[in-house]
């Protein structure tokens, strides 16, 4: 069983960035997809941006896509999300997960709390 380890969240102010990280621990699974989803008290699950681990292939959300970045390191198995001009509105607990097929995600990791101060 993969576990994935979210990292990199915190408080930071209106305006600023930051990086989150996911690591995880068993090199041994098939990774199709990494993706980074978020959610908000009493809001449903959002999906913020995918990468494909093959190759570099992206994909974003419409409220991120022009602020949020997805990256990943092969060698490190680890992917990342660079989050530039935050807002209050951004205050979640930020998940990443990993897709094994095309079928959707198999893993998710426990989460990471970004909280965005006005």
């Known amino acids: 069983q993969v576990q994935l380890v979210e990292s990199g969240g915190g408080l930071v102010q209106a305006g600023g960035s930051l990086r989150l990280s996911c690591a995880s621990s068993?090199?041994?699974?098939?990774?199709?997809?990494m993706g980074w989803f978020r959610q908000a008290p009493g809001k449903d699950r959002e999906f913020l941006a995918a990468?494909?681990?093959?190759?570099?292939?992206?994909l974003y959300g419409n409220s991120v896509k022009d602020r949020f970045a997805i990256s990943k390191d092969n060698a490190k198995d680890t992917v990342y999300l660079q989050m530039n001009s935050l807002k209050p509105d951004d205050t979640a607990v930020y998940y990443c997960?990993?897709?094994?097929?095309?079928?959707?995600?198999?893993?998710w990791g426990q989460g990471t709390q970004v909280t965005v101060s006005s």
């Open positions: 997960a990993l897709a094994t097929t095309s079928l959707g995600y198999d893993y």
């Open positions: 990468i494909r681990w093959s190759g570099d292939s992206t």
């Open positions: 068993d090199r041994t699974f098939n990774r199709y997809t």
